[in-house]
């Protein structure tokens, strides 16, 4: 893990991502990446539009870069390597680019999440990314003053399908010098019995040389409470899903356990795309 990219807004929630990111990059040697994304067509920055084009875009401009030196003299970011960058996209297609372009390791992101009618409608710009994002997305709630990650909740049916996001999941583990407590969530709709899966968990972690882990069955009325319950049971630091990266109409009907947990759960998020 060398490049960390965090998205912002200037918001608090985005300098709480931020400060969770100055102690990942201090503990592991990483760059930073500021990204601020304007949400104008991009003709309106092209130097040889109209004069009345311009106004506009080179005001946000210039407010995101005095926004950025401001943030960079915080102390918590002394002696670390700071790059900034201004992108004119919705904000998922900027955040991949950029983690295209630059070759990003992580992504940190701050949410307060969004509830009710716009949650089902429109979502909030974090859930975007992380239904999109290539890279693994760290979804910050709170302030953490210290971050460090003991006990590392990952959530999965076990199938063949998670087993490139697990392998993601256990690096960043070793990473972190973390245990991981597989944990599947059985529901009245979605039954299996212990014996299957434990059996099914049992056979998906010997597929991988890793042995810092537990395994886990919990019942619960969904698997997101199942998962909140469980991890709030353990204190666990993070939780970890797999995400389908579901759009449209399909993401409409089905929904997304992992983009649910980004919006809900007061613990740190982090989701790792099949």
């Known amino acids: 893990m060398k490049k960390i990219l965090v998205p ?27 990204l601020h994304i304007l949400e104008i067509p991009l003709h309106k920055v092209d130097a040889l539009s109209t004069y009345n084009n311009l106004p506009e875009a080179i005001y946000f401009m210039k407010l995101a870069h005095k926004q950025f030196g401001a ?22 297609k900027g ?6 372009k630059h070759d990003i390791d992580l992504v940190v992101m701050g949410s307060n999440g969004v509830n009710g009618l716009r949650e089902m409608l429109i979502g909030s710009n974090t859930e975007k990314v992380v239904r999109t994002s290539e890279t693994p997305v760290l979804v910050i709630k709170n302030e953490h003053k210290v971050f460090d990650i003991n006990n590392f909740v990952f959530a999965s049916d076990f199938k063949d399908e998670s087993k490139t996001s697990y392998k993601k999941a256990m690096a960043l583990a070793k990473v972190l010098g973390a245990k991981m407590h597989l944990l599947m969530v059985n529901t009245p709709t979605k039954f299996i019995t212990s014996a299957r899966a434990e059996n099914r968990m ?51 009907f089905n929904g997304s356990i992992s983009e649910d ?5 007061k613990r740190p998020v982090i989701t790792f795309k099949i």
């Open 261 to 265: 947990l980004v919006n809900h759960a």
């Open 95 to 100: 955040v991949f680019q950029v983690c295209k």
């Open 8 to 34: 912002t807004d200037f918001s608090f929630q985005a300098e709480n991502a931020l400060k969770v990111a100055a102690q990942l990059a201090k503990k592991y040697d990483c760059e930073i990446y500021l």
């Open 71 to 92: 943030l960079k003299e915080k102390d918590y970011l002394q002696d670390l390597v700071i790059h900034e960058t201004v992108e004119f996209h919705e904000i998922f």
């Open 202 to 252: 049992k056979h998906f972690a010997e597929s991988f040389k890793f042995f810092n882990y537990s395994t886990n069955i919990y019942n619960d009325l969904t698997i997101e409470k199942g998962i909140m319950n469980f991890s709030k049971s353990i204190e666990a630091d993070l939780i970890g899903m797999s995400t389908h990266g579901r759009q449209g109409i399909s993401h409409f």
